[in-house]
C-alpha cells in the first residue's frame, strides 16, 4: 500500500499560481504511476493530470492543458502539481492518486489508492 497527503492548497485571485505537493509513504513510490484529479461541489471527481513512473511521460486533461504541470521527485516521493494562470472555475478539491489499472486511466474508480484532498479556491 501507499498513504498519499496533499498540501499547499488555498485561496488565490484569478491569474495566479499555486503549487499542490504529495508525500507519499509506503511501498515504494517510484514502482507507481500518479496522478491528480479534482472535485468540485455537487461534480464527479474529474482527471486532471497524470504521470508514468520515471516521469518521462505526462497527460493533462484539455482543460488544464498548458496551465498546469504535473511533475515528481522520486528521491523525495513526492508528486507536484504546478497551477498557473488560475480560473475561478479551477475552484476543487483536489486529489492525489497512485496505481491506476491501466496507462491512461482518467476515471476515478480505476485508480487505486487517494489522498484526503486540499482544497483550492480561486476568486474572481
Known amino acids: 500500500q501507499v498513504q498519499l497527503v496533499e498540501s499547499g492548497g488555498g485561496l488565490v485571485q484569478a491569474g495566479g499560481s499555486l503549487r499542490l505537493s504529495c508525500a507519499a509513504s509506503g511501498r515504494t513510490f517510484s514502482s507507481y504511476r500518479m496522478g491528480w484529479f479534482r472535485q468540485a461541489p455537487g461534480k464527479e471527481r474529474d482527471f486532471v493530470a497524470a504521470i508514468s513512473w520515471s516521469g518521462a511521460n505526462t497527460y493533462y486533461s484539455d482543460f488544464v492543458k498548458g496551465r498546469f504541470t504535473i511533475s515528481r521527485d522520486n528521491a523525495k516521493n513526492t508528486l507536484y502539481l504546478q497551477m498557473n494562470s488560475l480560473k475561478p472555475e479551477d475552484t476543487a478539491v483536489y486529489y492525489c492518486?497512485?496505481?491506476?489499472?491501466?496507462?491512461?486511466?482518467?476515471?476515478?474508480?480505476?485508480?487505486?489508492?487517494w489522498g484526503q484532498g486540499t482544497q483550492v479556491t480561486v476568486s474572481s
Open positions: 492518486a497512485a496505481d491506476p489499472i491501466r496507462v491512461g486511466a482518467r476515471s476515478a474508480h480505476e485508480w487505486g489508492y
